[in-house]
Protein backbone atom coordinates (compact mmCIF):
# COMPACT_ATOMS: atom_id res chain seq x y z
CA UNK A 1 0.00 0.00 0.00
CA UNK A 2 1.06 3.60 -1.17
CA UNK A 3 0.50 6.65 1.15
CA UNK A 4 1.75 8.69 -1.59
CA UNK A 5 -1.02 9.83 -3.61
CA UNK A 6 -1.30 12.65 -6.07
CA UNK A 7 -5.14 14.22 -6.59
CA UNK A 8 -4.29 15.84 -9.40
CA UNK A 9 -3.45 13.63 -12.11
CA UNK A 10 -5.11 10.28 -10.97
CA UNK A 11 -6.86 8.23 -13.64
CA UNK A 12 -9.77 6.17 -12.06
CA UNK A 13 -12.44 3.89 -13.92
CA UNK A 14 -14.13 4.88 -10.50
CA UNK A 15 -15.42 8.08 -11.15
CA UNK A 16 -18.47 9.79 -9.27
CA UNK A 17 -19.47 11.71 -12.16
CA UNK A 18 -20.16 8.61 -14.46
CA UNK A 19 -23.13 9.63 -16.90
CA UNK A 20 -23.25 6.41 -18.83
CA UNK A 21 -22.97 3.74 -16.61
CA UNK A 22 -24.46 0.27 -17.04
CA UNK A 23 -24.77 -1.54 -14.55
CA UNK A 24 -23.27 -4.62 -14.81
CA UNK A 25 -24.70 -7.92 -13.39
CA UNK A 26 -22.63 -10.85 -12.67
CA UNK A 27 -23.69 -14.11 -14.75
CA UNK A 28 -25.24 -15.57 -11.30
CA UNK A 29 -27.54 -12.20 -11.03
CA UNK A 30 -28.04 -12.23 -14.67
CA UNK A 31 -29.60 -16.19 -14.67
CA UNK A 32 -31.77 -15.24 -12.12
CA UNK A 33 -32.40 -11.79 -12.84
CA UNK A 34 -31.64 -10.34 -9.56
CA UNK A 35 -30.56 -7.28 -8.81
CA UNK A 36 -26.39 -7.46 -9.21
CA UNK A 37 -25.47 -4.56 -6.63
CA UNK A 38 -22.40 -4.83 -8.57
CA UNK A 39 -19.70 -5.37 -5.73
CA UNK A 40 -15.81 -6.91 -6.35
CA UNK A 41 -14.49 -9.79 -6.58
CA UNK A 42 -17.85 -10.89 -5.48
CA UNK A 43 -21.67 -9.20 -5.44
CA UNK A 44 -23.45 -9.91 -2.57
CA UNK A 45 -25.77 -12.20 -4.15
CA UNK A 46 -22.65 -14.79 -4.65
CA UNK A 47 -21.51 -13.30 -1.51
CA UNK A 48 -23.99 -14.41 0.59
CA UNK A 49 -24.52 -17.69 -1.21
CA UNK A 50 -20.89 -18.44 -1.61
CA UNK A 51 -20.88 -18.36 -5.23
CA UNK A 52 -18.14 -17.98 -8.07
CA UNK A 53 -18.93 -14.20 -8.63
CA UNK A 54 -17.90 -14.14 -12.02
CA UNK A 55 -18.68 -10.58 -14.73
CA UNK A 56 -18.39 -11.23 -18.19
CA UNK A 57 -17.79 -7.86 -19.77
CA UNK A 58 -20.47 -7.67 -22.52
CA UNK A 59 -17.82 -5.40 -24.88
CA UNK A 60 -14.32 -6.06 -25.27
CA UNK A 61 -13.72 -2.45 -25.25
CA UNK A 62 -13.04 -1.37 -21.46
CA UNK A 63 -11.18 1.62 -20.13
ZN1 LIG B 1 -24.37 -10.27 -8.86
ZN1 LIG C 1 -22.22 -12.22 -8.28
Redesign the pocket.
Same mark, same amino acid.
Given at each position: MSSQQNNSNTQQADSPRAPRRTPMA $?? %? $?RGRKLK $?DGSRP? #?G? #?NRRG %?P $??YTPVSAEQK
Open positions: $CQ %F $C $CS #CN #C %F $CE
